[in-house]
T-cell receptor, first 116, second 113 residues
Framework: AQTVTQSQPEMSVQEAETVTLSCTYD???????LFWYKQPPSRQMILVIR??????QNATENRFSVNFQKAAKSFSLKISDSQLGDTAMYFC?????????????FGQGTILTVHP | DAGVIQSPRHEVTEMGQEVTLRCKPI?????LFWYRQTMMRGLELLIY????????DSGMPEDRFSAKMPNASFSTLKIQPSEPRDSAVYFC???????????FGQGTRLTVV
């Protein structure tokens, strides 16, 4: 079975600093996507960034970047220049078979608090 | 585009009552997913549809839960009868083709008392 593990239930960071959230996964597939979703207090699930497994280059979206280690099955999210609006729960997610990448298995989530 | 639209945003009902949650996917999307979020189990997939046809309902917890998609622009998740342990946030999501991105609605918070 494919699993996704986030080992940090909670993290905090000062505004403008950098924080890294960890995620490991287990799969036997060779080509796949990995996602980080953000869930702010409004409850909306927002896609932050995605990584294609066959691409060696780590994905970057503005202040958000990933460190993708395929052999280690590790997919961490780095948030640079943290802002108060980054306060949210962050989920790592992995497509689990089927015919769509929308069929996702989520990690347990990491609550991130950005302090002023 | 308006995004995935779910209704109601909040629902409070008494144990034993029937509850119907509604979802309108993004126009042109042919996949629709129902997820449930609880403190104990996190986010889990209940069922998903492709072109209005249920593909995988292995996540539906029991016979009290049912989902339908009568057309490409509407889906329902029904719980009958509801129980307090059904209290959760229910999300609907949709995607175009295989993806890769699934777009989520704002969720329905269900409380069964």
């Amino acid at each position: 079975a494919q699993t996704v593990t986030q080992s940090q239930p909670e993290m905090s960071v000062q505004e403008a600093e950098t924080v890294t959230l960890s995620c490991t996964y287990d799969t036997s597939e060779s080509n796949y996507y990995l996602f980080w979703y953000k869930q702010p207090p409004s409850r909306q699930m927002i896609l932050v960034i995605r990584q294609e497994a066959y691409k060696q280059q780590n994905a970057t979206e503005n202040r958000f970047s990933v460190n993708f280690q395929k052999a280690a099955k590790s997919f961490s999210l780095k948030i640079s220049d943290s802002q108060l609006g980054d306060t949210a729960m962050y989920f790592c997610a992995f497509p689990t078979g089927g015919t769509s990448y929308g069929k996702l298995t989520f990690g347990q989530g990491t609550i991130l608090t950005v302090h002023p | 585009d308006a995004g995935v639209i779910q209704s109601p945003r909040h629902e409070v009902t008494e144990m034993g009552q029937e509850v119907t949650l509604r979802c309108k996917p993004i126009s042109g999307h042919d996949y629709l997913f129902w997820y449930r979020q609880t403190m104990m189990r996190g986010l889990e997939l209940l069922i998903y549809f492709n072109n209005n046809v249920p593909i995988d309902d292995s996540g539906m917890p029991e016979d009290r839960f049912s989902a339908k998609m009568p057309n490409a622009s509407f889906s329902t998740l029904k719980i009958q009868p509801s129980e307090p342990r059904d209290s959760a946030v229910y999300f609907c999501a949709s995607s175009r083709g295989r993806g890769p991105e699934a777009f989520f609605g704002q969720g329905t918070r269900l409380t069964v008392v």
